[in-house]
């Protein structure tokens, strides 16, 4: 049984720091990308940070980029997203997904990260 799960999120002051997990079992996790997507409500899923299985290539959003950094442990089967520096704009549920070598997508359901003062 496949399972994504999100930790890490809550509420933090803008230019404070935190560090989202995701959890991943029930699929060959080392061979898998995973994403980190955000949602605000009436706004479409939006992709925030990617790392690649193989040789951990990673993408990131313009907007976040050189203040998120995505990373993984293939040994805990667990991604995580470093997030820096945050604005109010950062406020979002945050979702991770797996894509497996078969092309399959695995969604956690999500964690709430607030950005305010």
């Known amino acids: 049984q496949v399972q994504i799960v999100e930790s890490g999120g809550g509420l933090v002051q803008p230019g404070g720091s935190l560090r989202l997990s995701c959890a991943a079992s029930g699929f060959t996790f080392s061979s898998s990308t995973m994403s980190w997507y955000r949602q605000v409500p009436g706004k479409e899923r939006e992709l925030v940070a990617r790392i690649f299985s193989r040789g951990g290539t990673t993408n990131y959003a313009d907007s976040v980029k050189g203040r998120f950094t995505i990373s993984r442990d293939n040994a805990k089967n667990t991604a995580y997203l470093q997030m820096n520096s945050l604005k109010p704009e950062d406020t979002a549920v945050y979702y991770c997904?797996?894509?497996?070598?078969?092309?399959?997508?695995?969604w956690g359901k999500g964690t709430l990260v607030t950005v305010s003062s």
């Open positions: 997904k797996a894509r497996t070598s078969w092309d399959w997508d695995y």
